[in-house]
C-alpha cells in the first residue's frame, strides 16, 4: 500500500501561484511514476500532470503546459505541482496518484494510489 496526503491548496487570486505539495508513505516511492489529477465541480477528474519515477520525464496536459511544473523528491518522498499564472479555470481540488510503472498515463483509471485532495480556488 502506498498513503497519499496532498497539502498546500489555498486561495489565490488570479495570475497568482501556488504550490501544492504530496507526501507518500508506506512503500518504496520511488518506483512508482506519479501524477497530478484536477476535478472541479460538476466535471470530470481530468489530468493535469505525471512525472516518471525517475524525475527525468514529465508530461503535461495542453491547459497548463506552460504555467505548472512538476517535480518530485525521492529522498523525501514528495511530488510538487508548481502552478503559476493561474486562472479561475484552474479552480478544482488536485488530486496525486501513483501509478506502478516508470513512466504514468494521462488515464486516471491506470493509477493505483490517490490521495484525498487538496482543493484551489483561483479567483478572478
Known amino acids: 500500500q502506498l498513503q497519499l496526503v496532498e497539502s498546500g491548496g489555498g486561495l489565490v487570486q488570479a495570475g497568482g501561484s501556488l504550490r501544492v505539495s504530496c507526501a507518500a508513505s508506506?512503500?518504496?516511492?520511488?518506483?512508482?511514476?506519479m501524477g497530478w489529477f484536477r476535478q472541479a465541480p460538476g466535471k470530470e477528474r481530468e489530468f493535469v500532470a505525471a512525472?516518471?519515477?525517475?524525475?527525468?520525464?514529465?508530461f503535461y496536459a495542453d491547459s497548463v503546459k506552460g504555467r505548472f511544473t512538476i517535480s518530485r523528491d525521492n529522498a523525501n518522498n514528495l511530488v510538487y505541482l508548481q502552478m503559476n499564472s493561474l486562472k479561475p479555470e484552474d479552480t478544482a481540488k488536485y488530486y496525486c496518484?501513483?501509478?506502478?510503472?516508470?513512466?504514468?498515463?494521462?488515464?486516471?483509471?491506470?493509477?493505483?494510489?490517490w490521495g484525498q485532495g487538496t482543493q484551489v480556488t483561483v479567483s478572478s
Open positions: 512525472i516518471s519515477w525517475s524525475g527525468a520525464t514529465a
Open positions: 508506506g512503500h518504496t516511492f520511488s518506483s512508482f511514476a
Open positions: 496518484a501513483a501509478h506502478s510503472t516508470a513512466w504514468g498515463s494521462r488515464l486516471s483509471a491506470e493509477y493505483n494510489y
